[in-house]
Nanobody, 118 residues
Framework: QVQLVESGGGLVQPGGSLRLSCAAS????????MGWYRQAPGKQRELVST???????NYADSVKGRFTISRDNAKNTVSLQMNSLKPEDTAVYYC????????????WGQGTQVTVSS
């Protein structure tokens, strides 16, 4: 099993910045990729960004150029720097870790609220 603990999040004004962090523990040798998803009220959970152990990154079109994902493989952490935040970025953000397999196993954090409002 893999445990994920998120930190960061909160309330920020439009145009502001926030940084989310996530630390993994447990069977970390199983992890191939880590990243972030988000879920806004009444909407499905959606991918925000992921980064594999090999450094391959993936971003949702809606956050490209504003969000940056980073990983510290030695510390088993993943972070998301969010700049130029918009009200539509408001959501619960979930840390995700997944294995390299034909059918990947996904692990999830408890979620952290990000609210962008004036």
């Amino acid at each position: 099993q893999v445990q994920l603990v998120e930190s960061g999040g909160g309330l920020v004004q439009p145009g502001g910045s926030l940084r989310l962090s996530c630390a993994a523990s447990g069977s970390i040798e199983r992890i191939y990729g880590m990243g972030w998803y988000r879920q806004a009220p009444g909407k499905q959970r959606e991918l925000v960004s992921t980064r594999t152990n090999r450094g391959t990154t993936n971003y949702a079109d809606s956050v490209k150029g504003r969000f940056t994902i980073s990983r510290d493989n030695a510390k088993n952490t993943v972070s998301l720097q969010m700049n130029s935040l918009k009200p539509e970025d408001t959501a619960v953000y979930y840390c995700n870790a997944y294995t390299l397999a034909i059918v990947p196993v996904n692990y999830w954090g408890q979620g952290t609220q990000v609210t962008v409002s004036s």
